[in-house]
């Protein structure tokens, strides 16, 4: 029997940081340097042949304007099921915001047994060489395990590295928790 399942997914991170370009790459499989900026909450839907049995249809969650507050109603985080939380590469400020927004993640929502959601860092914009964040990125393994993120992945929704990848990275982990 074929198994379908819906789950939703947050793009959460500072505003400029590519997280509609990271949904646009994933989903529409382009890249623009312009996206008009509309106020207030956008979805995407991605279908994801799993496996052989599994279908899952990723309902993926964008913002636009509400990031300059660094956090989000509980109304956007409701029976959200995994996150992908974005900063900058070239922008260090973007990556202090991680926590606080790892954080609002975990007080807003959780899943049905308790856990926290399974959230995947992504280290956007990789394809702009940046030597300041370049020397943090090995810390950030320890950074995941300290914070509670499943993973982490330096990426480019420009040149279309590794958001499939972790796109990837973090069904695995919802399903393992489904
Ligand atoms: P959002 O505010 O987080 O949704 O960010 P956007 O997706 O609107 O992107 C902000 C700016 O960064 C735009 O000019 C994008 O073209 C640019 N951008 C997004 N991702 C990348 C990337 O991987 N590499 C580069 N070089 N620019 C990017
Ligand atoms: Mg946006």
């Not at 899943?111 to 860092?121: H, I, Y």
């Not at 914009?125 to 950030?140: N, V, W």
């Not at 950074?143 to 279309?160: D, L, P, Q, R």
Request: with cysteine; hydrophobic share 40%; proline share 2%.
């Amino acid at each position: 029997m074929e198994k379908e399942h819906l789950f939703k997914v947050l793009v959460i991170g500072d505003l400029g940081v590519g997280k509609t370009s990271i949904i646009k790459r994933y989903v529409h499989r382009i890249f623009s340097q312009h996206y008009r900026a509309t106020i207030g909450v956008d979805f995407a839907l991605k279908v994801l042949n799993w496996d052989n049995q599994t279908v899952v249809r990723l309902q993926l969650w964008d913002i636009a304007g509400q990031e300059r507050y660094g956090n989000m109603t509980r109304v956007y985080y409701r029976e959200a099921v995994g996150a992908l939380i974005v900063f900058d590469v070239t922008r260090a400020s973007t990556f202090e915001a991680v926590m606080k927004w790892k954080e609002d993640l975990d007080v807003k929502v959780t899943l049905s047994n308790g856990k926290p959601v399974p959230a995947v860092l992504l280290a956007n914009k990789s394809d702009q060489s940046s030597e300041g964040l370049r020397t943090q990125i090995p810390k950030l393994d320890t950074f995941c395990k300290e914070n509670g993120f499943v993973g982490w992945f330096e990426t480019s929704a420009k040149e279309n590295t590794n958001i499939d990848a972790a796109a990837k990275c973090l069904v695995g982990q919802i399903l393992a928790h489904d």
